[in-house]
């Protein structure tokens, strides 16, 4: 998405560089005019329409990650979701690995992560990818559909 808003400024410093320099021509500004008609509604309205309506392929992949649930709060002003991380190693093998970020949605899936915060307990969490998320379900791509206790060390 970046990428497109980059794109966007980049195409209108070209068009007002060529503003500047066609003399104010009447057909130049009425051709420039719709072009950038066309860009902004080509580009920048999708660019946010996408995001917020739904996303992109919410069956894009599934994950199934395992380890210990090391974060778990609740984030957002109009949409609230829970943002969470996993830690996939153990011992000094969990210092060495990237925790893996998901989100959470579904408040059945939120009453199961609750308890687990902080616990021995290995999870499983089964996710959803999105190619692009929406708004709405968080700030990862990845969407948790359904958790199970792995096992547990005494």
Not at 34 to 60: A, E, M, Q
Not at 109 to 116: F, G, H, N, S, T
Not at 122 to 145: H, I, N
Request: glycine share 10%; aromatic share 12%.
């Amino acid at each position: 998405m970046i990428g497109i808003f980059i794109g966007l400024i980049i195409l209108v410093v070209i068009m007002v560089m060529v503003y500047k320099i066609s003399n104010y021509d009447r057909i130049v500004n009425m051709i420039l005019g719709c072009f950038l008609t066309i860009v902004i509604l080509g580009l920048f309205i999708p660019s946010i329409i996408i995001p917020l309506t739904g996303g992109l392929g919410k069956n894009y992949g599934t994950v199934n990650q395992i380890g210990y649930l090391t974060n778990f709060s609740e984030k957002g002003i109009i949409w609230k979701t829970y943002e969470g991380e996993l830690q996939k190693g153990v011992g000094e093998q969990a210092t060495a690995e990237k925790s893996f970020a998901f989100s959470a949605t579904d408040k059945d899936v939120i009453e199961k992560l609750r308890p687990y915060l902080g616990s021995k307990h290995r999870l499983q969490l089964k996710c959803r990818q999105w190619v692009c998320m929406p708004f709405s379900r968080g700030d990862t791509d990845k969407e948790v559909v359904d958790v199970q206790v792995y096992n547990s060390f005494k």
